[in-house]
């Protein structure tokens, strides 16, 4: 039995792989081929676009798949409703970052629109349509909402008056002289599963492993691990100095008055931390890197 997974094709597929390989899978995708290879036999992978992953899935042509909050919503507005789709990992990342992005209301930096019910009547841009109808008829404005096939943000003010855009940053948006009125909302990645196949034993803990590796490789990211030793009339000066996702590890060494400190702290900590437990009289301090953490 094989589990057909659908890797997001595009601006998330080389994220998505870095993330399965610190989960540890190794994917390779062939630049000519729709079909990655992963060291895993129990796995069958497929480039799927984002925006349709979500129907893919839920349609059962595959067992699971990676797409965001944003198109998720956007194929429930579609068809009217849930779509049974079951979210099996929220997996905060992105293509630049550890982040969630935004999809954001955007006019002109010198227009006079300063909030969405100034667009009533006008027109507005966007690839995530369904979903933007949805966000405006919340609100009670009536606006006519255009697909745009891409290049989004130079349509205002000539082809749209206002645009529905995801950012991360905001710098393009900036670099087109878009000024953001309001967020429609924001959106991360999200391993969904086809409830037929959540209703198979093998595919269902096949999936809970998969989502308990990526959310594990999600939470080292950015992490390290430290190792030290320390006299016990030091033990406390150093304590003092860590943080940990608990607290510290504490073991005994082979000379009694002696111990043993582990613990996971911040990357961008460290070349602080360093210095001062070495002046707590810390000694045989190693910084080592982390792949995985179970919460």
């Known amino acids: 039995m094989t589990l057909k997974l659908g890797i997001p094709k595009g601006s998330l597929q080389d994220a998505t792989i870095q993330l399965f390989a610190r989960a540890g899978f190794s994917i390779y995708a062939s630049p000519r081929s729709y079909f990655p290879t992963i060291d895993d036999p129990e796995i069958e992978c497929m480039l799927i676009r984002a925006q ?3 129907r893919y899935v839920g349609d059962g042509v595959l067992d699971a798949g990676l797409t965001g909050l944003d198109w998720i919503a956007e194929h ?9 789709l079951v979210r099996l990992a929220d997996l905060v990342y992105a293509k630049q970052s550890f982040g969630k992005v935004r999809w954001v209301l955007a006019v002109p930096e010198d227009s006079r629109f300063e909030t969405p019910r100034d667009l009533d009547g006008r027109t507005v841009a966007t690839e995530l349509v369904r979903a933007t109808e949805a966000y405006f008829a919340r609100l009670g404005v009536n606006v006519k909402v255009e697909f745009s096939w891409g290049a989004t943000e130079v349509k205002p003010p000539v082809l749209a008056d206002a ?3 995801v950012t991360e940053t ?7 002289r878009l000024r953001i009125i309001d967020t429609v909302l924001e959106s991360n990645t999200q391993l969904i599963g086809n409830a037929s196949a959540m209703a198979d034993a093998w595919k269902a803990t096949k999936l809970d492993s998969i989502a308990l590796l990526l959310k594990a490789a999600i939470e080292a990211q950015g992490r390290v691990g430290i190792m030290l030793n320390v006299h016990l009339k030091d033990l406390s000066a150093v304590l003092a100095l860590l943080p940990a996702l608990q607290r510290p590890t504490i073991s005994p060494l082979a000379d009694g008055n002696w111990v043993a400190v582990n613990t996971i702290i911040e990357e961008r900590t460290v070349r ?3 210095p001062k ?3 707590a009289s810390a000694q045989g301090i190693v910084e080592y890197p982390l792949n995985k953490i179970v919460m």
């Open 52 to 54: 349709e992953m979500a």
């Open 170 to 176: 905001g710098s393009s948006l900036r670099a087109n």
């Open 277 to 279: 437990l070495k002046g």
């Open 272 to 274: 602080d931390l360093i």
């Open 163 to 165: 645009i529905v855009e």
């Open 76 to 84: 429930e507005a579609s068809i009217g409703g849930p779509s049974g």
